[in-house]
């Protein structure tokens, strides 16, 4: 096994279940090796998400922040400047966040799809992970993963939908969706 720390640049992106709860087992492991986690959520669903008390377990080893509003209207013109202002907001604190050191690994839940959304600049973004300190990792969530992102990202990896229980009319269940 690899000694020599290096951080990674992850996407977890395509239309399969799995990729916030993938960036969630990642960041168990690495509170579990004694990393500290910041896991910031951009586009918070509608559903009270039972990771955000299962972490308060872990103290300041991992933090959760919902930053953002759930239901955004789809669709640059449409978009509510309430949601871009908001976003912008979020993503300055995630900057702040890499930047700063003081996290191991930094998640970024569902930008994948405020930069789709074209809520936020992939160029913006691209610059700050291109600075970001050597031994800091980072995690970008979220279906439609820009090209820009994918190209600098080291390990990309993107979840196909076989099937999914909501197909079948299974809403979503306690516990495994939220
Ligand atoms: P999860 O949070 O379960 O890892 P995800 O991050 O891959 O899912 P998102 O695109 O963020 O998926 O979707 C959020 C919600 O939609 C979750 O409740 C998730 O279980 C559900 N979901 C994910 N993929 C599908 C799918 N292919 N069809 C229907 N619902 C889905
Ligand atoms: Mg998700």
Do not use: C
Not at 100 to 128: F, R, T
């Amino acid at each position: 096994m690899a000694d020599v720390r290096k951080g990674l640049i992850i996407v977890n992106t395509g239309p399969g279940k799995g990729k916030t709860t993938a960036a969630m087992g990642t960041a168990l492991r690495a509170v579990g090796n004694g990393m500290k986690v910041l896991m910031l959520q951009f586009l918070k669903g509608s559903w009270h998400y039972g990771e955000l008390d299962a972490v308060q377990a872990f103290g300041d080893k991992f933090i959760m922040k919902q930053l953002g509003r759930g239901f955004v209207k789809v669709g640059g013109a449409e978009t509510d400047p309430e949601d871009i202002r908001m976003v912008e907001e979020a993503w300055q604190q995630a900057a702040d966040a890499i930047l700063s050191g003081n996290w191991d690994l930094v998640v970024l839940d569902e930008i994948n799809y405020a930069i789709s959304y074209k809520m936020l600049d992939p160029d913006k973004v691209a610059d700050v992970l291109k600075r970001k300190p050597e031994m800091v990792h980072v995690i970008l969530t979220g279906r439609n993963a820009h090209p820009t992102i994918v190209e600098l990202a080291d390990t990309v990896t993107e979840m196909r939908e076989v099937k999914h229980a909501y197909q079948k009319g299974i809403l979503a269940q306690r516990g495994i969706e939220y």
